[in-house]
Antibody, heavy 119, light 108 residues
Framework: EVQLVQSGAEVKKPGESLKISCKGS????????IGWVRQMPGKGLEWMGI????????RYSPSFQGQVTISADKSISTAYLQWSSLKASDTAMYYC????????????WGQGTLVTVSS | EIVMTQSPATLSVSPGERATLSCRAS??????LAWYQQKPGQAPRLLIY???TRATGIPARFSGSGSGTEFTLTISSLQSEDFAVYYC??????????FGQGTKLEIK
C-alpha cells in the first residue's frame, strides 16, 4: 500500500527556520515524483514545487521559487520542504502528494502538516 | 500561468439531486484536467483525471466531461458524503500545475 506520512504540526516564530518531511512507503521512492501543495487557512490549493528523488530534479512554482527549498533523501525515502526564515504568511497546511507518473495528477496524498507562524 | 476558474463558488443542492460544477481554463489544457474532493480536515482525494476517467474506487455517480477550456463535474444523485469542496486542476503544463479556487457543495 502506497503511503505518504508527513511530520507533525509545527509552531514557529517569524524569522525561524523549519524543515518538514514526507516519508514514502509501499513503492519505489526513487521512481516517482513528489510534489508539495500549500493550503492557507480557509483557502484553496496552491502547487509549490516537485522533486524526482531518483536524481533530485526539482522544479518550483514561480510563486515559491526562492521562498522554499525542496529536497529528498532517498536513503530514507523522505522528501522535505524547508524555509530559512518563516513569515506569518507561511501559516498554512502543507501537503505532499505523488503523481502516478510525470504529466499526471496527484493520486496519493500525505495527511498534511500544519505550520503556524506567530510571534 | 494557466488560470483555472471554478463556478459557482458555492452550490446548494438537496440530497438525491444532481450537482453540476464548472471549471474554465484561461487557455486550452486539452484533456489534462483532474477533479479532487476535499472534506474538512482531510487531504484532497483524486476523483477524475483525463477530464472524464474516474480514479480507482470512485463511484459511478461522479462523471467528468469537457476538453480544451471548459469542463464539468457532475454528481448524479448526491449522497450525504458528497458534500465537500471540489477543486479542478490542470496538468497540461506539468509540472506547473494550477488549481481552481474550489466550489463548496453544501446541503440545501
Amino acid at each position: 500500500e502506497v503511503q505518504l506520512v508527513q511530520s507533525g504540526a509545527e509552531v514557529k516564530k517569524p524569522g525561524e527556520s523549519l524543515k518538514i518531511s514526507c516519508k514514502g512507503s509501499g513503492y519505489s521512492f526513487t521512481s516517482y515524483w513528489i510534489g508539495w501543495v500549500r493550503q492557507m487557512p480557509g483557502k484553496g490549493l496552491e502547487w509549490m514545487g516537485i522533486i524526482y528523488p531518483g536524481d533530485s530534479d526539482t522544479r518550483y512554482s514561480p510563486s515559491f521559487q526562492g521562498q522554499v527549498t525542496i529536497s529528498a533523501d532517498k536513503s530514507i525515502s523522505t522528501a522535505y520542504l524547508q524555509w530559512s526564515s518563516l513569515k506569518a504568511s507561511d501559516t498554512a497546511m502543507y501537503y505532499c502528494a505523488r503523481p502516478q507518473t510525470s504529466h499526471w495528477p496527484y493520486d496519493y496524498w500525505g495527511q498534511g502538516t500544519l505550520v503556524t507562524v506567530s510571534s | 500561468e494557466i488560470v483555472m476558474t471554478q463556478s459557482p463558488a458555492t452550490l446548494s443542492v438537496s440530497p438525491g439531486e444532481r450537482a453540476t460544477l464548472s471549471c474554465r481554463a484561461s487557455q486550452s489544457v486539452s484533456s489534462n484536467l483532474a477533479w479532487y474532493q476535499q472534506k474538512p480536515g482531510q487531504a484532497p482525494r483524486l476523483l477524475i483525471y483525463g477530464a472524464s476517467t474516474r480514479a480507482t474506487g470512485i463511484p459511478a455517480r461522479f462523471s467528468g466531461s469537457g476538453s480544451g477550456t471548459e469542463f464539468t463535474l457532475t454528481i448524479s444523485s448526491l449522497q450525504s458524503e458528497d458534500f465537500a469542496v471540489y477543486y479542478c486542476q490542470q496538468y497540461n503544463n506539468w509540472p506547473q500545475d494550477t488549481f481552481g479556487q474550489g466550489t463548496k457543495l453544501e446541503i440545501k
